[in-house]
């Protein structure tokens, strides 16, 4: 039982998601062949604590969702991880460059005030989640790092934004019942069998983009094959999603495809 509670709390508190999130900076690091410690800790950091606060607010609206229950228990060390989680990420901004800094703030207002109306917006959620995981795993170190924004750039942030749309796809899957009242989601206007075909063509056109990239030769084969094994992947939880599958398989299995897109890439440099 102290096992799966700490499981439980991991998960719950956006611990996890935060991993996730670092996964896909460490894959943005390998292609771009770039790293910086302090956007890796800021974007851990600052996940951490944008989630929670979002969770926070809906509990405090009354909206009904999977961790209700569970957030209203542990409330306390909720609010505790959300003050280290921010005291942290106030520390890290004020080392940023100005061009990084105004992106954040960017980023962060969306993520901010989407449980205050945005995301209520038709359609407008998965935009927004998909916009702002893109801008902290990728745009953040490019900006950073002083890389110039090449069309090899513009094609990595429109496959990662492509790739975080679809795998966003199965949690609104999830959340049919609970977006009924409040949103509307791709699986509300199209149907679930739709919105699992969107998110498979989602997945193919990042596999195209990766091609042309490889034909470019700005893609080596090592790194096209990483990918390409990580849409296929993707595809598979994306298909296998379903409203009846328990909270485990979104939370842990399709969120965990983020932290994949790293190990992929990472054994794929090793053996080539």
């Known amino acids: 039982m102290a096992v799966q509670s700490i499981i439980r709390f991991f998960i719950n508190s956006n611990i996890w998601v935060a991993f996730c999130v670092l996964g896909l900076v460490f894959s943005a690091e390998i292609l771009l ?18 989630y929670n606060f979002q969770r926070v607010v809906r509990l405090k ?18 609010y505790f991880l959300m003050l280290i989680s921010a005291t942290a990420s106030a520390y890290l901004f004020f080392d940023f460059r100005s061009t990084t800094k105004i992106a954040i703030l960017f980023a962060g207002s969306l993520s901010i005030l989407y449980p205050f109306g945005i995301r209520k917006i038709p359609f407008a959620k998965i935009f927004i989640i998909s916009f702002v995981w893109s801008v902290s795993t990728m745009l953040l170190l490019v900006l950073e790092n002083n890389i110039q924004i090449s069309q090899d750039i513009i094609f990595r942030l429109a496959s990662l934004f492509l790739f975080i749309f679809s795998i966003t796809i199965p949690f609104d899957i999830r959340d049919v019942e609970y977006d009924l009242r409040n949103v509307i989601t791709i699986p509300l206007f199209f149907g679930v069998k739709r919105a699992k075909y969107i998110a498979i063509f989602a997945l193919f056109i990042c596999g195209l983009i990766a091609f042309i990239q490889y034909l470019e030769m ?18 598979f939880f994306i298909q296998k999603s379903d409203k009846r599958k328990g909270e485990r398989y979104f939370s842990f299995w399709v969120e965990s495809l983020s932290l994949i897109s790293y190990f992929l890439l990472l054994i794929s440099e090793l053996i080539f």
Do not use: M
């Open 218 to 235: 700005t893609l080596n084969l090592a790194n096209l094959l990483a990918l390409l094994l990580l849409y296929i992947l993707a595809s």
């Open 33 to 50: 062949e770039a790293t910086n410690l302090k956007i890796s800790q800021f974007v851990f950091s600052s996940t951490i604590f944008a």
């Open 61 to 78: 609206k009354g909206h009904e969702h999977y961790y209700k229950d569970w957030l209203y228990k542990n409330v306390k060390a909720v």
